[in-house]
């Protein structure tokens, strides 16, 4: 069954830092745009960061994170990460990978994705 598997989520203090990962199951992953999108409480789902696939040489972020957060993957493509430091407790939430069906670039429109994960908790305590 192809799936998509977060972790790595967890409680911090404001000011420190996290590293989820995504490890995914699905076939050709490595040519698939993949994004992290963010759940916060009482809120829908918010673009966080994506990467193209093959090379990944295509990055956006949310102005949000911009300078906090970096995603990357990889060397074959099936690992997900989303380096964020600086955590805020705005950035509490719950973080899901995402890929798209094709081979993709990705975007930050939630209907591109395809493939969800269930998510990570990350809470930032004040």
């Known amino acids: 069954q192809e799936s998509l598997v977060e972790s790595g989520g967890g409680l911090v203090q404001p000011g420190d830092s996290l590293k989820p990962s995504c490890v995914g199951s699905?076939?050709?992953?490595?040519?698939?745009?993949m994004a992290w999108f963010r759940r916060a409480p009482g809120k829908g789902r918010e673009f966080i960061a994506s990467?193209?696939?093959?090379?990944?040489?295509?990055?956006r972020y949310a102005d949000s994170v911009k300078g906090r957060f970096t995603i990357s993957r990889g060397n074959a493509g099936y690992t997900l990460w989303l380096q964020m430091n600086d955590l805020q407790v705005e950035d509490t939430g719950v973080y899901c990978c995402?890929?798209?069906?094709?081979?993709?670039?990705?975007?930050?429109?939630?209907?591109?994705?395809?493939?969800w994960g269930q998510g990570t908790q990350v809470t930032v305590g004040a």
């Open positions: 990467q193209s696939g093959m090379r990944g040489t295509i990055i």
């Open positions: 699905v076939r050709y992953l490595e040519s698939k745009g």
């Open positions: 995402a890929a798209t069906s094709l081979r993709s670039i990705g975007d930050n429109t939630e209907s591109s994705y395809y493939y």
